[in-house]
C-alpha cells in the first residue's frame, strides 16, 4: 500500500520559515516527479511546487518563486519544501503528491498526481 506522510507544518510568524517533509511508503518513489499543493480555507486547492524524479528541473507557483524551494532525496525516498519569508496568505493545509508515470516533467496539473498525502497544516501569524 502506497503512502506519502507530510510533516513539518506548524504556526510561524510572518517573516519566518518552515520545512515541510514528505515520505513515501510502500513503494520506491525515486523515479516519478512530485510535488507539492496546498488549500487555504474556503478556497480551491493549488500547486506550490513540483520537481523531476532526480531534482534536475523545478517549477513553482508565481506566488512562492523566490520564497520556496523544494527538493528530494531519493535515498530516503523522501521530498522537502522549504519556506522562508512566511506571509500570512500562505496559510494552507499543504499537502504533498506524487506524479503518475516514471520519469515524467513536472506538471502544476493535479490531474497529473495519482498518490497524496493528508496533508499539514501550516498557519503565519502577522
Known amino acids: 500500500q502506497v503512502q506519502l506522510v507530510e510533516s513539518g507544518g506548524g504556526l510561524v510568524q510572518a517573516g519566518g520559515s518552515l520545512r515541510l517533509s514528505c515520505a513515501a511508503y510502500?513503494?520506491?518513489?525515486?523515479?516519478?516527479?512530485a510535488g507539492w499543493f496546498r488549500q487555504a480555507p474556503g478556497k480551491e486547492r493549488e500547486f506550490v511546487a513540483a520537481?523531476?524524479?532526480?531534482?534536475?528541473?523545478?517549477l513553482y507557483a508565481d506566488s512562492v518563486k523566490g520564497r520556496f524551494t523544494m527538493s528530494r532525496d531519493n535515498a530516503k525516498n523522501t521530498w522537502y519544501l522549504q519556506m522562508n519569508n512566511l506571509k500570512p496568505e500562505d496559510t494552507a493545509i499543504y499537502s504533498c503528491?506524487?506524479?503518475?508515470?516514471?520519469?515524467?516533467?513536472?506538471?502544476?496539473?493535479?490531474?497529473?498526481?495519482?498518490?497524496w498525502g493528508r496533508g499539514t497544516q501550516v498557519t503565519v501569524s502577522s
Open positions: 510502500g513503494r520506491t518513489f525515486s523515479l516519478y516527479a
Open positions: 520537481i523531476t524524479w532526480n531534482g534536475g528541473n523545478t
Open positions: 503528491a506524487a506524479q503518475r508515470g516514471w520519469y515524467a516533467t513536472v506538471s502544476p496539473s493535479e490531474a497529473d498526481f495519482g498518490s
